[in-house]
Each structure stands twice: as structure tokens, then as C-alpha cells.
T-cell receptor, first 114, second 111 residues
Framework: NAGVTQTPKFQVLKTGQSMTLQCAQD?????MYWYRQDPGMGLRLIYY???????DKGEVPNGYNVSRLNKREFSLRLESAAPSQTSVYFC?????????????FGPGTRLTVL | RKEVEQDPGPFNVPEGATVAFNCTYS??????FFWYRQDCRKEPKLLMS???SGNEDGRFTAQLNRASQYISLLIRDSKLSDSATYLC????????????FGKGTMLLVSP
């Protein structure tokens, strides 16, 4: 099993450009998450999907949109990238059967917005 | 009070040393907490869960003090490979919701 995979691994954008970060998991997990990690700020939740067909805002949702395409895939879209969105983005998944449980993370996408 | 607080470190220790980290939390009545480990430029990975009765896994011991609202991680006989950032993770106060990650404590083990 590959676990949680993310594409791309690295990306450089210019201000105003758009892009979609892809995430897929093969563990049959119900819940998926998108985080960003910045130096000194720790992991901050952007959006999450408790189950297929639902999405909810996290701590820092502004400037992002998400799509839970199916049970396996959860994408994050930046419609108009800004330098403040330069960060490392992690996707994670968990069984999410009704109580907090272990989250499994993908390897991350390092995004730079110029 | 912030929800999860950790000393960012770094904690510099020699190989073989014993080192302990604490993490204070608020607004959680959960029965279990987590420690995650994050290597430089890698993703976080679960190190161990922390229960009311504590938890031990080899050289690693985690304790929960609900009265004082902190969890601890003790590493004995430190190895060079233990060098990483250790994230304290706190579940929500009730029901299903998302985890709150601390900013992490950096550990550097030197020869």
C-alpha cells in the first residue's frame, strides 16, 4: 500500500496563478485533511472532509477550495495564488469513525508563490 | 491560554542521555492524546498514543497528567536517529472533530 500520496512534490507559481494539489489514499479511510505548515506556526488545518460528500472549513480556509472527489481523493485548489500561501502543504487521512484517531500524512507539497 | 503549548527547543543532548518534553493543553476532556514525530522536511508520523494510564514503547514513555493538563514524553538512551521534532497532539473536547497539533519540540542528539 502506498498510503497517502500527493502531487506535485514541488511547485513554483507566480502571484495570481491557480493550481490544484492532488491527494489520494488507499487505506479506505473515511476522513481526509489538508494542512499547511509554516516555520514557527506549526500545522494549521485548512479544510477537512469527515466523510465522502462532506467538507468543512478548518482554521485557515481563506484563499482555498477543496473537492472530495470520491472516498480516495481530496484535492486542494488555490484560485489566485498569493505570496502568503508559500508553504508546505500536507494531506492526511484517518479512519474517522466517530472519534479522533491516528492521522496518516502524505509526503507534502512544497509551494512557492513569487 | 493557547490550546497546545510546547517548548520549541532545540534540546541538545549527547547520545545515551535521557531527555523529557512536556506539552500543556487546554479545552480537552479526551481520554487519549498523541505524540507525533517529524523528521526534517518530512511528514509527521505517529510515535505513540498517550492514555490515562501512560504508555511505554521501548525507550519511549508517555504520561498524561489530567489534573495539571499536560502530557510528557521521556526518551531514554537517546540515539542519533532520535533527532527530530516531536509534536504533541490533542483531540477535541467532545465528539468528532479535528486534532490540534502543537508547534513541536526539536531534539538534536549529538555523538
Amino acid at each position: 500500500n502506498a498510503g497517502v500520496t500527493q502531487t506535485p512534490k514541488f511547485q513554483v507559481l507566480k502571484t495570481g496563478q491557480s493550481m490544484t494539489l492532488q491527494c489520494a489514499q488507499d487505506m479506505n479511510h473515511n476522513s481526509m485533511y489538508w494542512y499547511r505548515q509554516d516555520p514557527g506556526m506549526g500545522l494549521r488545518l485548512i479544510y477537512y472532509s469527515a466523510s465522502e460528500g462532506t467538507t468543512d472549513k478548518g482554521e485557515v480556509p481563506n484563499g482555498y477550495n477543496v473537492s472530495r472527489l470520491n472516498k480516495r481523493e481530496f484535492s486542494l485548489r488555490l484560485e489566485s495564488a498569493a505570496p502568503s500561501q508559500t508553504s508546505v502543504y500536507f494531506c492526511a487521512s484517518s479512519e474517522g469513525v466517530g472519534s479522533p484517531d491516528t492521522q496518516y500524512f502524505g509526503p507534502g507539497t512544497r509551494l512557492t508563490v513569487l | 491560554r493557547k490550546e497546545v503549548e510546547q517548548d520549541p527547543g532545540p534540546f541538545n543532548v549527547p547520545e545515551g542521555a535521557t531527555v523529557a518534553f512536556n506539552c500543556t493543553y487546554s479545552n480537552s476532556a479526551s481520554q487519549s492524546f498523541f505524540w507525533y514525530r517529524q523528521d526534517c522536511r518530512k511528514e509527521p508520523k505517529l510515535l505513540m498514543s498517550v492514555y490515562s494510564s501512560g504508555n511505554e514503547d521501548g525507550r519511549f514513555t508517555a504520561q498524561l497528567n489530567r489534573a495539571s493538563q499536560y502530557i510528557s514524553l521521556l526518551i531514554r538512551d537517546s540515539k542519533l536517529s532520535d533527532s527530530a521534532t516531536y509534536l504533541c497532539v490533542v483531540p477535541p473536547n467532545s465528539g468528532y472533530s479535528t486534532l490540534t497539533f502543537g508547534k513541536g519540540t526539536m531534539l538534536l542528539v549529538s555523538p
